[in-house]
């Protein structure tokens, strides 16, 4: 038997309610922005999370953290159930789970100086104060690839890419276990992406780092993921390892996906599979396979029944009726 996960997702949910009404306020409906979504993640692995936007893979990512709470489902982190957890507890656990967010200015406060940014979850976890966090942050800037004077400077000095470096360093500081990397490289240049993409890894091997990095674009997790979770909608569609996703996707969503990726060799050619449509409402999503409004390939049942998220072979789920069958 191999080793337990470092975390484990089980049939996670989260309703956002709609309310209707000034003075009697009542449930009128809600969004379904997670709807029962359940992976696992190994230590020092690379989960990549998937899918166009408003699919529900950052919503998941604050769930596991807690910075949102969760309608119903389980979250597992070292045999510990997180949605059970008391204030206190939790707040002792997020030394072990960190997160960076897609965007590094929004993220990281103007008033404050770098040193003060990086600095502060040592002292909110009372890990260093004094000489010895400002030793420590000097020593993360430099791990991240900055100067120790750049402690003395503000966010707005920075470039993006160097912004996203400071949120890394933040996110280091305490010794987490897992990141979750929510969209980290989205707002900056193509050629910086790379960079920062470069950096995590690096970090990943020295400090035997966990990931779930959360992305909308297919490109982007190949180089870093172990694994990739394609969302849609609210659910996974497609769970698999790396080169199985890329090399033989299964799902119409995934091929879809893969295929506006272009392709560096002008001699090798992809047909492009155009999605039709917008992405549904979550509030209503489709009966059926949710992804039946837009699949080229729906069958009746696909209207109707929803398709089970099961194993197609070798531990490549899939929720398709036409894979399994
Ligand atoms: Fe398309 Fe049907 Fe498969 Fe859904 S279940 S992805 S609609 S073929």
Redesign the pocket.
């Known amino acids: 038997m191999g080793a337990a996960p470092l975390l484990e997702v089980k049939d996670l949910v989260k309703h956002f309610p709609i309310h209707k009404g000034f003075i009697i306020s009542k449930q009128v409906g809600a969004v379904k922005a997670v709807d029962g979504v359940s992976f696992s993640i190994d230590r020092g692995e690379t989960l990549g999370l998937v899918g166009e936007s408003g699919c529900g893979k950052s919503t998941t990512g604050r769930l596991i953290l807690r910075l949102i709470e969760a309608t119903s489902g389980q979250v597992w982190f070292e045999g510990k159930s997180i949605l059970d957890l008391e204030r206190e507890e939790m707040r002792e656990l997020r030394r072990d789970m960190q997160i960076i967010f897609q965007d590094p200015y929004a993220s990281l406060n103007p008033r404050m100086t770098v040193g003060d940014i990086i600095g502060e979850p040592l002292q909110i976890h009372g890990i260093a104060r004094g000489q010895e966090k400002d030793k420590r942050v000097r020593e993360l800037l430099e791990v991240v690839g900055l100067a120790s004077y750049h402690a003395r400077r503000y966010p707005h000095e920075f470039s993006g890419g160097q912004r996203q470096r400071i949120g890394v360093a933040r996110a280091l500081a305490v010794n987490p276990k897992i990141i979750v990397c929510d969209e980290p490289v989205s707002a900056l240049d193509v050629s910086i992406q790379a960079q920062v993409i470069n950096l995590l890894q690096d970090l990943q091997e020295e400090y035997g780092l966990t990931y779930l990095f959360i992305a909308h674009d297919l490109s982007v997790v190949k180089h870093i993921s172990d694994r990739v979770a394609v969302m849609y909608l609210g659910k996974i569609?497609e769970l698999t390892d790396k080169e199985s996703l890329y090399d033989n996707p299964l799902?119409?969503?995934t091929k879809a996906l893969l295929s506006a990726i272009p392709i560096a060799d002008p001699i090798l050619t992809r047909e492009r599979i155009i999605l039709e449509g917008d992405v549904p409402s979550p509030i209503n999503p489709p009966l059926?396979?949710?992804?039946?409004t837009r699949?080229?390939?729906?069958?009746e049942?696909?209207?109707h029944e929803e398709?089970a998220f099961a194993d197609a072979g070798g531990g490549h789920f899939v929720?398709?009726?036409?894979?399994n069958k």
């Open positions: 569609v799902h119409p969503y059926g396979c949710r992804f039946h699949c080229s390939v729906a069958k049942i696909c209207r398709p929720a398709c009726h036409l894979v």
